[in-house]
Nanobody, 121 residues
Framework: QVQLAESGGGLVQPGGSLRLSCAASGSIFSISMMGWYRQAPGKQRELVAT???????NSADFVKDRFTISRDNAKNTVYLQMNSLKPEDTAVYYC???????????????WGQGTQVTVSS
């Protein structure tokens, strides 16, 4: 009923930039929180940044001043602009959204399939 489609990952050199996008589609009535998590090999998934429907944003300390999260409510899309990338940012990045599906009364969490970001020279 709901799909999250991510794009924008890839290989970039240290100090470079990438912009991730995630579009939610399907039988959506409303979306509250959207965000990005990441998981590096051998590590647990960790929060990168989240943003509410009124664009109140929160981000992890390790990405402050480098990554910026934003969203377009009309397009049900969340973005992650990543600047000054470091090798330690290498991970699979997952999109997240808390969605109220049409005809339902409870909110549920949905995840994208993940997009690989590799920072290497």
């Amino acid at each position: 009923q709901v799909q999250l489609a991510e794009s924008g990952g890839g290989l970039v050199q240290p100090g470079g930039s990438l912009r991730l996008s995630c579009a939610a589609s399907g039988s959506i009535f409303s979306i509250s929180m959207m965000g990005w998590y990441r998981q590096a090999p051998g590590k647990q998934r960790e929060l990168v940044a989240t943003i509410t429907s009124d664009s109140s944003a929160n981000s992890a300390d390790f990405v402050k001043d480098r990554f910026t999260i934003s969203r377009d409510n009309a397009k049900n899309t969340v973005y992650l602009q990543m600047n000054s990338l470091k090798p330690e940012d290498t991970a699979v990045y997952y999109c997240y959204a808390r969605i109220l599906v049409l005809g339902r009364v409870t909110w549920n969490d949905y995840w994208g399939q993940g997009t690989q970001v590799t920072v290497s020279s």
